[in-house]
């Protein structure tokens, strides 16, 4: 039977109470805090206490849009230890936006941000489900431990842990790529098996020592990242957001051990000044994830600081699913093997049946680590999985005949000119290897003629300069004719989510049909 998270981490409470769980460095705010993994459980027992004189019982959602902190932290695991629904929300959601998620949810408390309070009230009518919004501090932990303080711990230590099983842990809201956003419902099985997987696919120690950088309302920071290092016994040092210095004088200063980023701040940590005289011989584990790394950057990386990435392939939906080992070949370009209670299949995206190794499909996943469907919406989850299972990610792929897995961009990304199939990363690759080049995307845009044709929006390095002329002619070098791109558009930066991951729908809103220099 797979160990409870849960379990665990109240596990972890007695057997290291005094060692560090957090330390939260939020240096924004000139405050250094350490938190044992004794005091995160009397925490946790008082936050329990806190909900449930508010009424929280099994099942209700309770919406946190809050900074990255410790009460953040008590709250999400208070309201799981409760059997409740933890629905973390990005704190850059306006007011406006912040309604449709709290009310899809039928959320019965929310946790916000005091500078965000005051924005909230001419919207509370529009919010029927919610009985209370409740003020945090979002940068001492102070307020929030004083709120808690008067609960006693002992009461909740009686409360009953949630099983590892089918009960909804959280809810973590898809982007909305293909419409409004929808609730994954994750489970307590379903983060009790990724963990455990990661545990022993990662080899997370009790003695590591994890430099969280991350946002922590995206299952990247919050499943794999905090829920990664408590559930190991491991310290977690907490930045409240990335900046190059600090991270890299962290990662040498701290003696950290385990590094989890996005390549776009893996890319900010190559090309910082003197980067390659950071001493990291003591780290055992740096991760990509959450958008495709290029194979420029994971060279990059190892000559700057002579370690391997160690790429892999998540979503909202399941957290992880495949992974590069960490003992044997990390393939550049591929995002590895499928982990512990994973299974991956590659089918085509018609018919639904599987492909032959090295033809690209819909990558399918399978296993306990999958979410039981979304919030309220059953069309769209039986739209998401097959008869027997598979969920259908969108994203396509193809698997090599050892096992690894290669991605090929998301389906609804496809571009099909003049009859032609062609995969975005394939140009994106290309046009990587230009040396006026910094970063790039590839899109399809309407065309009358050719149904859509191949768009590159491009970001030029610093002091570079190039054509589109000799950008299309670098490509005709490497590329099939109708691979090419056609138009060519320079920008300064493309829009991002929270993660530093291309938001191509968005990029479609806001070039197609613009062309040139």
């Known amino acids: 039977m797979v160990p409870s998270f849960l379990q665990t981490l109240q596990e972890n409470g007695r057997r290291f109470p005094d060692k560090p769980a957090i330390i939260n460095d939020d240096w924004e705010a000139g405050i250094r805090e350490t938190l044992t993994y004794g005091q995160l459980e009397e925490n946790i027992r008082r936050t329990m206490e806190l909900l449930r004189s508010r009424g929280v019982t099994a099942g209700d959602r309770i919406a946190l849009q809050l900074s990255k902190g410790l009460p953040f932290v008590y709250l999400h695991l208070a309201v799981m230890r409760l059997g409740a629904v933890s629905l973390p929300l990005n704190p850059g959601y306006p007011a406006h936006e912040l309604t449709y998620f709290v009310n899809d949810a039928e959320a019965r408390l929310l946790f916000i941000d005091r500078p965000l309070a005051a924005d909230l009230e001419p919207h509370r009518a529009g919010m029927p489900h919610l009985q209370e919004a409740i003020a945090v501090d979002p940068a001492d932990s102070g307020p929030f431990a004083a709120l808690i303080a008067p609960f006693d711990p002992d009461v909740a230590a009686g409360v009953p842990l949630p099983p590892a099983g089918e009960e ?19 489970t307590h099985g379903n983060l009790s098996h990724n963990i455990d997987a990661l545990h022993r696919a990662w080899g997370w120690q009790a003695d590591d020592r994890l430099l969280h950088v991350l946002p922590i309302f995206h299952a990247h920071g919050l499943l794999v990242a ?7 016994g491991a310290t977690c040092l907490m930045h409240p957001r990335f900046d190059p210095e600090r991270t890299l004088r962290a ?8 590094f989890m980023a996005v390549p776009t701040i893996h890319r900010k940590l190559v090309e910082y000044p003197d980067a390659g005289r950071c001493d990291l011989s003591h780290m055992r584990l740096l991760t990509s994830g959450s958008d495709r790394l290029p194979d420029d950057l994971f060279t990059a ?8 990435l160690l790429e892999r392939y998540g979503m ?7 992974s590069n080992p960490l003992h044997g070949e990390r393939r550049v370009g591929s995002v590895g093997l499928p982990l512990p209670y994973v ?11 599987p492909l032959p190794d090295g033809q690209i499909g819909e990558v399918q996943i399978r296993g306990p680590h999958v979410c039981k469907g979304y919030w309220r919406q059953p069309d769209k989850t039986a739209e998401a999985f097959t008869a027997d299972g598979w969920l259908k990610t969108g994203d396509l792929g193809l698997r090599e005949p050892d096992g690894y897995f290669i991605l090929k961009g998301r389906s609804k990304d496809l571009i099909i000119s003049g009859g032609y199939n062609i995969y975005p990363p394939e140009v994106e ?3 990587a290897d230009h040396p006026a080049v910094a970063a790039s995307a590839v899109v399809g845009c309407p065309d009358s003629t050719w149904g859509e044709v191949v768009t590159a929006v491009v970001i030029l390095r610093p002091g570079a300069a190039a054509t589109a002329e000799e950008i299309q002619q670098f490509c005709r070098e490497k590329l099939v004719n109708y691979k090419i791109p056609r138009r060519v558009i320079f920008t300064a930066d493309v829009p991002r989510n929270a993660m530093g991951k291309v938001q191509k729908v968005d990029l479609r809103r806001q070039f197609c049909g613009r062309a040139g220099n």
């Open 251 to 258: 990662l040498v200063d701290e003696r950290c051990t385990v």
């Open 168 to 186: 909804t842990a959280l809810m973590i809201y898809t982007s909305g790529t293909t419409g409004r956003p929808k609730g994954a419902m994750l």
């Open 343 to 353: 299974e991956a299949r590659i089918v085509d995206p018609e018919s639904g049946e």
């Open 316 to 322: 909202s939906e399941t957290s992880m699913n495949l």
């Open 226 to 232: 905090l829920h990664g290092a408590l559930n190991a």
């Open 429 to 431: 690759l290309v046009l």
């Open 301 to 308: 990386f190892q000559q700057t600081f002579g370690h391997t």
